[in-house]
């Protein structure tokens, strides 16, 4: 969106990272790499600066010091590990909504009641 509003490709990366962290007051520990800071980061197939859309070819992501396959989510590099069923994954499991299991459904109906008819 920022590109699409003029911004150039490196301005658009710098405000979806090193900027907003600034804004937050955090850039001394995110928004950039540079030794002691926090470094969750992506790895892309393609150079984002050549066109901002190449930032939608994520091979890799590192969420604290783990590298994951961006399209399995298995954990990769040191520690090979297929990944478990995220929660949604789990059927019939939503902690938030203990009559879940009971109606089938976490959304009210047209009758206002919570479903189960």
Known sequence: MLAQGGMSAMEAIRSATINGARY???DSQI???RAGKLADLIIMDKNP????TN???????MVNGRLYDAETMDEVGNTNRKRQPFWWEVNGYNPAFPWHEETD???E???GCRGGH
């Open 105 to 107: 459904s976490f959304m």
């Open 49 to 52: 600066l050549d066109t901002i």
């Open 24 to 26: 937050i007051g955090m």
């Open 55 to 61: 930032t939608e070819t994520i091979r890799y992501t």
């Open 109 to 111: 109906t047209q009758c």
């Open 31 to 33: 928004g950039s790499l």
